[in-house]
């Protein structure tokens, strides 16, 4: 039941703003659009002060016989405008020094926003006639005007300037600098007191860099000077790295657009609002309307708080960020506002408007101006600064500089009459409004500023922080500032802790297309999006990235490795085979114990030398293959440790030398079995070969071969020390290169051709009638010596590092077992568990029943 009662209190809210608003005086409504402050020459002055919205008509609910057909908004804001004019007039009217004997005085003007009405008011000001009755170059009321002050927007200023520029008339605009404007051939007697906004996208893009916002939006007034700050902010922002997320113009007809002006505008968090006041306006209302809560909004201009009851808490604006240029506060100003009130100025036709509805003043019925049961605390600076500010703002600093300008230049004028005329009447002054411009373009202001500096100086702004929490506050605090001027790096200045951010942001706001790419990843931008539409992805091996949202990864210089997070290099440690890695204890260990083992099976062949099997099989040619076993075994271990100049040169042609005198044995070994038996043939050249020993001479002639290619390969390419920084990861492999590919190929490629010839001689002896025919046994080690070898190949040329130098450490040991196990393993087996067999009986009783077979085949 609570709920229904509450929702219905909400729906009579209207009605209750409704009955405020047509509940009052009919004074409220009787307002002319002008009015008058005598003084002997008069500055007009056009000023937006009020509108007219037109609604449907319908009876006054107090004046029955009063229909109303519009109601009023007074931006009571703009009214500070008139308060700086009256304030640099009277000031200067005290002054005894300028203009003595002569007063200033202005008639007002309001505009409506059109230019009809414009044109009229200025037509009105110059003959001094109605509407409909104007008379060209003719002044009813016979006043001396001296300038016009026109603003706040750049097109009432230019609408009103092609009229005055018909008659030369001067024309003093407080609006915002425009380009537009500063063009004398076609308004050649227009002078703009506001200062350039040259460094205006500059100071907001500093500050999106300073918050790292790189995503954001632009509203803009569809006018020239939207494009001219458009293509401001392009080329500021395009090196600073900031998108434009959108570009949205404001249109001249807003119904027109106005579903189509809102789309994506939630796409980024940050929005910046350029333009003036008038061409903002309807845009800025829809904005409050729509509780647009979750951006921040960067603009040129300050956000005017209408008071109107809405009945909400939130305010699309707080948190707002406003950039104006900086001035000098004027304390005389506030004074000066202290005391106005509608009886000190009883022809200002907006003070009883101001004390009517703020203190609750009613209108006496016999005179509007006159007002009653006023509180007695009535002055203006007990008013919210967002309803009025009693601090002079930028655009009441030019007025009051433009009206110090003309009263100067009158000074001047003046002087120059009475030096030319000094007999003239001092209290009368006859001059034509043109003949100011000589005077306005040389004069120099209070501050010893003059004109053109005004309009070419680049100007410091202050940082303006809005907040509107709640709804009524309405307080502008000065957060920073921008200077142009400065030093790089400190051109901007900002109090972070005293930022209120828009309530939906509990810190500071995030206004990104991607989400940043943290140290270890790059940008990579997406085809057909912005350059701030990216995705992240990590750096490649050993590189890193140290900082957010970097383009391109850097590579770690060849000593230094990238930790697993890439965002860091650090020193890599050297390796290499040594004895402490496990790998190296593995494989030294077996090639001590290898060779331990043929240093035993020596041992046996030298204790059992007489014995048959050992005899049988060429006793000299076995000593000298188990040596060389034993050389090859221990040759391995040159390829564990650090490597120096001295181990690589070593590794190589020990172990080159030792396999080829093993090899150059094994061969001479199978050609003493094939001639063995052909001496049951004997020819002419077995003769030879056995009488002169020629079998003796096969090792050295092998061996003197290799040690020739070891020779070549030394003084060419010899092998050296080199480090492999890429195979093992945080490591730098040191190893050696073996110098010329073709040389170690060649040294394998002689192994293997000694390797084929011993296996070939052994196959071709494998059935003779020995009773201890070792040739199956030379055939099975050199089968095996070709398996290790080939497959050393392959997998030595894919592999790296530490696995490279041990597989050819391994390939060294299994091909030298193959020869000490196949060779000696049956012979050590023998003399060792089947000692029978090693006896002469047994000998010619199994020599005997091979021959026999042998002949019978």
Same mark, same amino acid.
């Given at each position: 039941?609570?709920?229904?009662?509450?929702?219905?209190?909400?729906?009579?809210?209207?009605?209750?703003?409704?009955?405020?608003?047509?509940?009052?005086?009919?004074?409220?409504?009787?307002?002319?659009?002008?009015?008058?402050?005598?003084?002997?020459?008069?500055?007009?002055?056009?000023?937006?002060? !009020?509108?007219?919205?037109?609604?449907?008509?319908?009876?006054?609910?107090?004046?029955?016989?009063?229909?109303?057909?519009?109601?009023?908004?007074?931006?009571?804001?703009?009214?500070?405008?008139?308060?700086?004019?009256?304030?640099?007039?009277?000031?200067? +009217?005290?002054?005894?020094?300028?203009?003595?004997?002569?007063?200033?005085?202005?008639?007002?003007?309001?505009?409506?926003?059109?230019?009809?009405?414009?044109?009229?008011?200025?037509?009105?000001?110059?003959?001094?006639?109605?509407?409909?009755?104007?008379? *060209?170059?003719?002044?009813?009321?016979?006043?001396?005007?001296?300038?016009?002050?026109?603003?706040?927007?750049?097109?009432?200023?230019?609408?009103?300037?092609?009229?005055?520029?018909?008659?030369?008339?001067?024309?003093?605009?407080?609006?915002?600098?425009?380009?537009?404007?500063?063009?004398?051939?076609?308004?050649?007697?227009?002078?703009?007191?506001?200062?350039?906004?040259?460094?205006?996208?500059?100071?907001?893009?500093?500050?999106?860099? !300073?918050?790292?916002?790189?995503?954001?939006?632009?509203?803009?007034?569809? %006018?020239?000077?939207?494009?001219?700050?458009?293509?401001?902010?392009?080329?500021?922002?395009?090196?600073?790295?900031?998108?434009?997320?959108?570009?949205?113009?404001?249109?001249? @007809?807003?119904?027109?657009?106005?579903?189509?002006?809102?789309?994506?505008?939630?796409?980024?968090?940050?929005?910046?609002?350029?333009?003036?006041?008038?061409?903002?306006?309807?845009?800025?209302?829809?904005?409050?309307?729509?509780?647009?809560?979750?951006?921040?909004?960067?603009? +040129?201009?300050?956000?005017?708080?209408?008071?109107?009851?809405?009945?909400?808490?939130?305010?699309?604006?707080?948190?707002?960020?406003?950039?104006?240029?900086?001035?000098?506060?004027?304390?005389?100003? @506030?004074?000066?506002?202290?005391?106005? =009130?509608?009886?000190?100025?009883?022809?200002?036709?907006?003070?009883?408007?101001?004390?009517?509805?703020?203190?609750?003043?009613?209108?006496? %019925?016999?005179?509007?101006?006159?007002?009653?049961?006023?509180?007695?605390?009535?002055?203006?600076?007990?008013?919210?600064?967002?309803?009025?500010?009693?601090?002079? +703002?930028?655009?009441?600093?030019?007025?009051?500089?433009?009206?110090?300008?003309?009263?100067?230049?009158?000074?001047?004028?003046?002087?120059?009459?009475l030096q030319m005329q000094p007999d003239e009447n001092e209290e009368e002054m006859v001059f034509f409004p043109w003949q100011l411009n000589t005077f306005l373009k040389d004069i120099e202001v209070r501050d010893k500023r003059s004109l053109d500096w005004i309009q070419t100086i680049d100007a410091e702004y202050d940082i303006l922080n809005f907040w509107n929490l709640p709804k009524g506050l309405g307080l502008k605090v000065k957060i920073g500032s921008f200077s142009a001027n400065a030093p790089q790096g400190q051109q901007l200045s900002l109090s972070e802790q005293m930022i209120q951010w828009p309530e939906i942001f509990?810190?500071?706001?995030?206004?990104?297309?991607?989400?940043?790419?943290? *140290?270890?990843?790059?940008?990579?931008?997406?085809?057909?999006?912005?350059?701030?539409?990216?995705?992240?992805?990590?750096?490649?091996?050993?590189?890193?990235?140290?900082?957010?949202?970097? %383009?391109?990864?850097?590579?770690?210089?060849?000593?230094?490795?990238? =930790?697993?997070?890439?965002?860091?290099?650090?020193?890599?440690?050297?390796?290499?085979?040594?004895?402490?890695?496990?790998?190296?204890?593995?494989?030294?260990?077996?090639?001590?114990?290898?060779?331990?083992?043929?240093?035993?099976?020596?041992?046996?062949?030298?204790?059992?030398?007489?014995?048959?099997?050992?005899?049988?099989?060429?006793?000299?040619?076995?000593?000298?293959?188990?040596?060389t076993l034993t050389f090859c075994f221990l040759c391995s271990l040159n390829f564990i440790g650090q490597p120096n100049t001295a181990a690589c040169i070593l590794q190589q042609t020990t172990f080159a030398v030792a396999f080829t005198m093993a090899l150059a044995t094994v061969l001479a070994k199978a050609i003493t079995v094939v001639l063995a038996f052909k001496v049951s043939f004997p020819g002419r050249m077995v003769r030879w070969l056995i009488i002169s020993r020629g079998l003796n001479y096969i090792i050295p002639i092998c061996t003197l071969i290799q040690v020739l290619l070891c020779g070549i390969w030394m003084a060419?390419?010899?092998?050296?020390?080199?480090?492999?920084?890429?195979?093992?990861?945080?490591?730098?492999?040191?190893?050696? +290169?073996?110098?010329?590919?073709?040389?170690?190929?060649?040294?394998?490629?002689?192994?293997?051709?000694?390797?084929?010839?011993?296996?070939?001689?052994?196959?071709?002896?494998?059935?003779? *009638?020995?009773?201890?025919?070792?040739?199956?046994?030379?055939?099975?080690?050199?089968?095996?010596?070709?398996?290790?070898?080939?497959?050393?190949?392959?997998?030595?040329?894919?592999?790296?590092?530490?696995?490279?130098?041990?597989?050819?450490?391994?390939?060294?040991?299994?091909?030298?077992?193959?020869?000490?196990?196949?060779?000696?393993?049956?012979?050590?087996?023998?003399?060792?568990?089947?000692?029978?067999?090693?006896?002469?009986?047994?000998?010619?009783?199994?020599?005997?029943?091979?021959?026999? =077979?042998?002949?019978?085949?």
């Open positions: 039941m609570f709920s229904w009662i509450f929702i219905f209190w909400l729906l009579q809210i209207p009605k209750f703003v409704s009955a405020r608003i047509y509940n009052i005086s009919r004074c409220y409504y009787r307002i002319p659009e002008e009015f008058h402050h005598e003084g002997d020459v008069v500055i007009g002055a056009f000023f937006p002060l !009020h509108t007219f919205y037109t609604e449907k008509k319908m009876p006054h609910s107090t004046v029955p016989y009063l229909y109303v057909d519009y109601h009023i908004q007074y931006n009571f804001k703009n009214y500070q405008y008139i308060l700086a004019l009256l304030f640099a007039i009277e000031e200067i +009217n005290r002054n005894p020094s300028l203009l003595p004997n002569i007063s200033l005085g202005f008639d007002f003007y309001n505009i409506r926003f059109t230019e009809k009405y414009t044109l009229d008011n200025a037509f009105i000001w110059l003959s001094g006639l109605v509407p409909r009755n104007f008379l *060209p170059n003719y002044n009813c009321k016979k006043r001396n005007f001296t300038a016009a002050l026109t603003g706040t927007s750049w097109i009432t200023s230019a609408q009103i300037g092609t009229l005055l520029q018909l008659f030369k008339f001067p024309q003093i605009t407080f609006g915002p600098y425009d380009p537009l404007l500063s063009d004398r051939g076609q308004y050649s007697s227009l002078y703009q007191m506001a200062p350039r906004d040259t460094a205006l996208s500059l100071a907001i893009v500093s500050l999106m860099v !300073h918050f790292r916002w790189s995503w954001v939006g632009l509203i803009l007034s569809d %006018d020239h000077k939207g494009n001219k700050i458009l293509s401001d902010f392009r080329e500021e922002m395009e090196g600073k790295g900031i998108c434009i997320a959108f570009v949205k113009r404001i249109p001249s @007809t807003w119904t027109l657009y106005y579903s189509k002006f809102w789309e994506n505008m939630d796409e980024t968090n940050v929005i910046i609002i350029y333009g003036d006041s008038d061409s903002l306006e309807g845009v800025m209302r829809n904005i409050g309307q729509r509780l647009l809560t979750w951006n921040v909004w960067v603009m +040129n201009i300050e956000h005017h708080v209408i008071d109107t009851a809405d009945y909400f808490m939130l305010d699309a604006f707080h948190g707002s960020l406003v950039f104006k240029h900086s001035y000098k506060e004027n304390f005389q100003f @506030t004074k000066f506002i202290q005391t106005v =009130n509608p009886n000190k100025y009883p022809e200002d036709i907006y003070l009883p408007k101001l004390w009517y509805y703020f203190f609750k003043c009613s209108f006496a %019925d016999i005179n509007c101006h006159i007002l009653d049961n006023c509180q007695n605390n009535a002055s203006l600076d007990v008013l919210p600064t967002h309803i009025f500010d009693v601090a002079m +703002n930028e655009e009441s600093t030019s007025i009051y500089n433009g009206v110090y300008a003309v009263a100067h230049s009158l000074h001047e004028m003046r002087l120059q009459q509990s810190e500071i706001p995030q206004s990104m297309c991607s989400e940043s790419c943290g *140290p270890g990843f790059r940008k990579v931008t997406l085809e057909g999006k912005a350059t701030c539409c990216y995705k992240c992805t990590p750096c490649a091996d050993n590189e890193i990235s140290n900082e957010s949202d970097v %383009d391109q990864c850097v590579k770690c210089p060849e000593s230094h490795y990238a =930790n697993t997070e890439k965002n860091n290099c650090f020193q890599k440690s050297v390796s290499f085979l040594a004895y402490e890695d496990p790998l190296g204890m593995a494989l030294a260990n077996i090639a001590l114990c290898l060779s331990a083992l043929t240093l035993f099976v020596i041992g046996i062949f030298v204790k059992h030398r007489d014995t048959p099997i050992v005899k049988a099989n060429n006793r000299s040619l076995s000593y000298i293959l188990l040596i060419t390419s010899p092998p050296f020390i080199d480090q492999d920084a890429q195979t093992e990861y945080g490591y730098i492999i040191l190893f050696c +290169n073996k110098g010329s590919a073709v040389a170690f190929h060649s040294v394998l490629g002689y192994h293997c051709f000694l390797a084929l010839g011993s296996y070939t001689m052994a196959f071709l002896s494998r059935n003779l *009638p020995d009773t201890f025919n070792e040739s199956k046994f030379l055939s099975f080690s050199m089968l095996v010596f070709f398996c290790v070898w080939v497959t050393f190949l392959p997998v030595y040329h894919s592999t790296k590092g530490k696995v490279m130098v041990a597989m050819e450490v391994f390939s060294i040991l299994a091909s030298s077992t193959a020869l000490l196990a196949f060779i000696f393993a049956p012979k050590c087996y023998i003399v060792l568990l089947r000692p029978e067999k090693n006896s002469f009986n047994h000998i010619r009783e199994k020599t005997h029943s091979k021959k026999k =077979n042998f002949h019978k085949i």
